[in-house]
């Protein structure tokens, strides 16, 4: 079982930047791929960026491509998303989740989530 919390949401005007945080419970965090994911009013849930257990591969939503960066810090039990240049159509809430070694883009194949993060960026 993992536990996942995320942090760092909140109000920021466009061309701003956030950096959200997920902290993982368990003493296995670095077996797992972990990734974040977002979901708008209305919309469903998208994939926004993956990173493999060890933080050597990484994999990004066209949408955030150049903007958004993912990272770990296994020693840490933590993942992160750098998030800048943001635009209005970031606003959503950003879930982080887990499943195990291998990387995927696809929510189903995801064990475990966090509650959400709301991230709203104003033009």
């Known amino acids: 079982q993992v536990q996942l919390v995320e942090s760092g949401g909140g109000l920021v005007q466009t061309g701003g930047s956030l950096r959200l945080s997920c902290a993982a419970s368990?003493?296995?965090?670095?077996?797992?791929?972990m990734g974040w994911f977002r979901q708008a009013p209305e919309k469903e849930r998208e994939f926004v960026a993956v990173i493999s257990p060890s933080g050597g591969t990484t994999s990004y939503a066209d949408s955030v491509k150049g903007r958004f960066t993912i990272s770990r810090d296994n020693a840490k039990n933590t993942v992160y998303l750098q998030m800048n240049s943001l635009k209005p159509e970031d606003t959503a809430v950003y879930y982080c989740?887990?499943?195990?070694?291998?990387?995927?883009?696809?929510?189903?194949?995801?064990?475990?989530w966090g509650q959400g993060t709301q991230v709203t960026v104003s033009s």
């Open positions: 368990g003493r296995t965090f670095s077996r797992y791929a």
């Open positions: 989740a887990a499943r195990t070694l291998r990387l995927s883009t696809l929510p189903y194949e995801f064990d475990f």
